[in-house]
């Protein structure tokens, strides 16, 4: 028979979680724009996207969040160039965010974030065809966010989408 041990992970609370998964997302963040990481930063930058998608998780996440954290996890394969996990992690983030659209929890700027995810993620795995069809949806999906500065952000993005 085997003994049931609880861990520290295990013992860390709701809001201890969501405030881990918010700052691996930002650190993640952080070393997304840095330009002259080492590989000990982009090692460090792929572990911390996963570890803020588990705390958000764990941490009362919605639909959203979920979609939010594996846009961020598309985007750093995107960045190191691995088109493939790039592929499957900007899928997984269109598909939570259509769901979460569905379900009322959403913004209005995630189904135009995760769709600009995908389109890069296209556009590192060397399939131009899809990535200009997939900027073309996310740009007119834009005209369907509120906020400027929200749209602003989501636009900057597509311009610096690798076609």
Do not use: C
């Amino acid at each position: 028979m085997t003994e049931e041990r609880t861990t520290t992970f295990d013992m860390l609370g709701e809001a201890a979680h969501r405030q881990l998964g918010m700052d691996l997302f930002n650190h993640t963040w952080t070393l997304i724009r840095k330009v002259d990481r080492t590989q000990a930063e982009d090692d460090d930058m792929v572990s911390a996207a996963h570890a803020a998608a588990l705390h958000w998780s764990r941490g009362g996440a919605t639909l959203a969040n979920a979609a939010r954290s594996q846009w961020q996890i598309a985007r750093v394969y995107s960045t190191l160039g691995r088109a493939e996990p790039a592929l499957w992690h900007a899928r997984r983030s269109l598909e939570l965010a259509q769901a979460a659209t569905e379900s009322g929890v959403a913004e209005d700027w995630d189904v135009p974030a995760a769709l600009e995810g995908l389109a890069r993620a296209h556009a590192v795995a060397g399939d131009r065809v899809a990535s200009l069809e997939l900027r073309a949806r996310a740009r007119a999906a834009l005209d369907g966010i509120a906020d400027p500065d929200h749209r602003a952000v989501i636009e900057q993005d597509l311009e610096t989408t690798p076609v």
